[in-house]
C-alpha cells in the first residue's frame, strides 16, 4: 500500500508510503489518499489527522513518469472536477489537519501541504512550486489556498519564480507556522494534535469553520453567521466549562458579571488571557450579543 493509515488516540495520521519515488503520487496512491481523508472525516471518534510522508521527504509531487500510462496516470477532469490529480485537495474538510513536513514539499505536494490547517517543519525542509520548470500548472488548489494562507504578493513571487523556499522563510512568511529539529516533524505534529482535541471540540469546529466561511463573506455578513453559529455553542459547551462555574473544567480563580451600559452582559475579573467565565444562572443574551468588559 502506498498510504499507510495509524490511529494514535483520537488522532488519524496519514502517511505517504512511496520513498522510493520521494513519495511522488501516481492515480491509484491519489484514490488511496482521498479515502483516507474520507475515513477520518467520516469517523466521530477521530479528531486532528496529520499527513506526513515516510522516508525523510514529504512530497516530491505527482508522478510524471506515469503520464503515458492509463491505468496509472493521475484524474485530469478538463472541467476542474473530480477529487483532484493528488487525490484529496478538493476536500473540504470539517475537522483540522496538520501537515508535518520533512525534506521537499514541492509542487503537488506543496498543494497537499497547502490542504492542512497548519504545517509543523522540519528545519532542512524546503517548500516550491518546482512545477514551474515543467510546465505543470497548479491544479490542487495552490494558486487558490497559497495567497490565502501567505498573502497574494509572496504567493505570487513563489508561482511565478518556482524558486525553493527554505524552513525560515516559511515560517516567516505564514507558511510554516512551527519550525522543529529534523527528524521531528511527527512528534511534534502528534503533540499539536492532542492539544487541539483535548478542547471542547465543537468549539474547535465551529471557529476554525468560521474563519474558513469568513473569507468568502462581507464583513457584516461574515459577523453574523460567527454569531449565528457560536451562540449556541456558549451554552452546550462554554457555560460548563467556564473557569468557576459548577463542575466546570479548570475551575480556579474568580470572576463577575457584569451589565454593561448598553446592556450586553461582561465579564471583568482577573481571567487567564483567552477565558471567558459564563455562570449558567447569570448569562444572558442580548439581541444575539456578549459582550467583554475589560
Known amino acids: 500500500m502506498d498510504v499507510r493509515v495509524e490511529i494514535t488516540g483520537t488522532t488519524t495520521v496519514i502517511w505517504m508510503n512511496r520513498p522510493d519515488r520521494r513519495n511522488a503520487v501516481d492515480g491509484p496512491m491519489a484514490a488511496e489518499l482521498r479515502n483516507a481523508f474520507l475515513a477520518f472525516e467520516a469517523d466521530p471518534g477521530q479528531r486532528v489527522a496529520v499527513l506526513a510522508g515516510e522516508g525523510g521527504t514529504f512530497c516530491a509531487g505527482a508522478d510524471l513518469s506515469v503520464v503515458g500510462d492509463p491505468p496509472r496516470r493521475n484524474e485530469l477532469d478538463p472541467d ?41 517543519v522540519e528545519s532542512d525542509a524546503v517548500f516550491g512550486v518546482f512545477c514551474r520548470r515543467w510546465g505543470v500548472p497548479l491544479i490542487d488548489g495552490g494558486t487558490v489556498r497559497l495567497p490565502r494562507i501567505v498573502g ?22 505564514g507558511l510554516a507556522n512551527r519550525v522543529v529539529e529534523p ?3 511527527v512528534a511534534a505534529a502528534l503533540e499539536l494534535a492532542e492539544q487541539i482535541a483535548a478542547f471542547p471540540f465543537e468549539c ?26 457560536g451562540v449556541p455553542i456558549v451554552a ?34 482577573d481571567l487567564p488571557f483567552g477565558e471567558l467565565a459564563l455562570h449558567p444562572l447569570l448569562l444572558r443574551i442580548e439581541a444575539g450579543l456578549v459582550g467583554v468588559v475589560r
Open 236 to 269: 452546550r459547551e462554554g457555560v460548563t466549562g467556564a473557569p468557576g462555574s459548577a463542575g466546570g473544567a479548570g475551575s480556579t480563580g474568580s470572576s463577575t458579571l457584569a451589565e454593561a451600559p448598553n446592556g450586553e452582559v461582561g465579564v471583568v475579573g
Open 152 to 173: 497574494l504578493g509572496r504567493a505570487l513571487d513563489l508561482i511565478l519564480t518556482g524558486r525553493p523556499v527554505n524552513a525560515e522563510e516559511a515560517l516567516a512568511i
Open 80 to 120: 476542474g472536477g473530480g477529487s483532484g490529480p493528488m487525490g484529496p485537495t478538493r476536500l473540504q474538510l470539517s475537522k483540522p489537519v496538520i501537515a508535518a513536513v520533512s525534506g521537499y514539499a514541492v509542487a503537488g505536494g506543496l498543494e497537499l501541504a497547502l490542504l492542512a490547517d497548519l504545517r509543523v
Open 204 to 229: 474547535v469546529l465551529a471557529d476554525r469553520a468560521s474563519a474558513y466561511a469568513g473569507l468568502d463573506l462581507p464583513l457584516a455578513q461574515a459577523l453574523r453567521a460567527e454569531g449565528v453559529s
Open 183 to 185: 527528524g521531528q516533524a
